[in-house]
């Protein structure tokens, strides 16, 4: 298999986001999301990746993650495989879920950052799936709201960003309302389905 682009090091973000083949779903069922999240837990969290966001979505996620150490392509793979196999056998179907491996970009730019974290939370309302973001329930917005106290996301992270003198719910009034930039360079950043 090639080489990445961009290699993942530790200390860093990346937006990382992998779709179903031939951009087919990858979650059929309310509790193929609840799995996915439970793989997430023992492939990525327990492996040296904290998950500082994330969406998933019926044929596609994203995450943003801060690596602790640089494993997270092993870690992929092993979520990917495993998630792979049960939904093969759940579902009696054999081959591909997903469309090759995982997708990354490093995430240096803290204006990108809250950016990127706009877009996560925002994906289903663009879908059409939900009106709001706080109706969906496989993405981590409702931390991030104070909605729900899951143990997924570090919204530390996101704070420390804004050096912490904001709770969650101000952090989100002060990006969600607006509009992500139009400027080429950050929709070239991002994975959209009507591309």
């Not at 996620?61 to 093969?88: G, P, Q």
């Not at 877009?119 to 909605?147: C, D, M, T």
Request: with cysteine.
């Amino acid at each position: 298999m090639p080489k990445r682009r961009i290699s993942l090091q530790a200390g860093n973000f990346y937006h990382i986001y992998n779709r179903g083949n031939a951009r087919q779903d990858i979650f059929f069922e309310h509790e193929n999301y609840v799995y996915f999240l439970r793989l997430v837990k023992l492939h990525l969290i327990a492996k040296g990746v904290d998950v500082v966001a994330y969406c998933l979505m019926p044929n596609h996620y994203h995450f943003l993650v801060y690596l602790r150490d640089e494993t997270l392509s092993d870690a992929m793979k092993l979520l990917s495989l495993a998630y792979t196999k049960a939904i093969n056998k759940r579902f009696k179907r054999c081959g591909v879920l997903f469309q090759g491996r995982f997708n990354s970009i490093h995430v240096a730019d803290t204006n990108y950052l809250f950016h990127l974290l706009h877009y996560i939370h925002f994906n289903p309302v663009k879908a059409g799936l939900v009106r709001q973001p706080g109706e969906w329930e496989f993405s981590s917005y409702l931390e991030y709201a104070g909605l729900r106290a899951g143990k997924i996301p570090k919204v530390e992270y996101i704070k420390s960003q804004i050096n912490g003198e904001c709770d969650r719910t101000f952090l989100l009034a002060d990006f969600l309302d607006g509009d992500l930039p139009t400027d080429t360079e950050f929709k070239e950043l991002l994975f959209d389905d009507d591309e």
